[in-house]
């Protein structure tokens, strides 16, 4: 596939670590959340590899943060997920799917529970500010909504509790899963929480102060050295086997949670009012039509830039492929793949065309790893 420069531009916002990514090699953007967003650092298996074995810095900005504060925030905070948070506790971080009146997914964001009336909204790609802004107009919530000034560091792989350890101490490596609390660095003081687009463990830094952030940034590279840090960003292989989904891939608004697998983050039978409840329990009660599920490929190579159909043996189209890359672990491509009922049960097979060369496919469950 031919590669395209991204033309920068003032609505396409450069992120406070953009010079020294660039000083570092990176080799491709995406956009995300009308932001830069690094996409490779050279070979995406290299990438692979080195992030399962040792440690990488990634610049995360895109990101975006939407705070919701005031007296009416948890109120609003619940009528936009289908995940119950009633009883959602200050220092934690929730994942929660954002759906709309007819359950379609409007984002899958990760939301900090900062106070009992202060809540962070870190959000995937799509503009959730405007969505939570309609909301709480119609409603006449007496909230504030706005998006802070917050770049997020993330910082993945096995060695990264290590790194960590030696600039915050032994404190943030006893941070459970999903937990966040302030730790300071050249006199400012950073919400870090233990979390992180990929399985390979780590944490995400939620820099508001980016003089500091930027010092910590060089000192992760300089601390690092012994682990042998690198630059990096999310990984297409890494987060496929790990079925880390992709809102806007993966997913999307034409998408309930139910077909997505997000099943426990359905909170149904619960007193909580949220928007698309009613849809969701007509859904639950006649059964989903159509599942994401993973998918194995008899083949080494593919690009999906648009959904790839999947056929049956009558050449019927059963499903689309969303996301897929060659796997080194599988020595094959998987992905990740909308099926039709009774096509999405483990097993069934199928066919793609790919390039003009029809494949084999078979049917497997989310993660592979």
Known sequence: ????????SRRLRSTPYTSRIENQGV???????????????????????????????WDVAGERQVEISGKDSAKLVQLMTCRDLSKSKVGRC????????????????VILKLREDRWWVSIADSDVILFAKGLAIGNS?????????????????????????????????EMKFFGFDYFEFAGAKHLIARSGWSKQGGYEIYVENIESGLALYDKLFEVGKE????????????RIESAL?????????????LECGLDKYVNLDTEVNFLGKEKLKEVRNKGIARK??????????????????LTNDKNLKIGELRSGVYSPHFKKVIGIAMLDKPYYEISQTFKISINGDVFEGKVCDLPFI
Request: charged share 20%; hydrophobic share 40%.
């Open 94 to 109: 929730y994942y929660c799917p954002i759906i709309d009146d007819r359950a379609g997914l409007i984002n899958d964001p």
């Open 1 to 8: 596939m031919k590669n395209y420069f991204v033309a920068k």
């Open 227 to 238: 682990f042998n840090v690198k630059p990096g960003c999310p990984n297409l292989i890494e």
């Open 141 to 173: 919530f007496d909230v504030k909504i706005f998006e802070p000034n917050v770049n997020i560091l993330a910082v993945q792989g096995p060695k990264s509790f290590k790194l960590m350890e030696i600039i915050f101490g032994k404190k943030i490596v």
């Open 27 to 57: 080799t491709a953007y995406s956009v995300y959340n009308h932001m830069l967003l690094p996409a490779a650092f050279g070979s995406l298996e290299d990438s692979y590899h080195h992030l399962k074995k040792h440690v990488q810095v």
């Open 245 to 257: 989904l992709s809102y806007g891939n993966d997913m999307d608004n034409n998408d309930n949670p």
């Open 292 to 309: 994401l599920m993973g998918v194995i490929i008899e083949s080494k190579e593919i690009n999906v830039a648009k959904s790839i159909n």
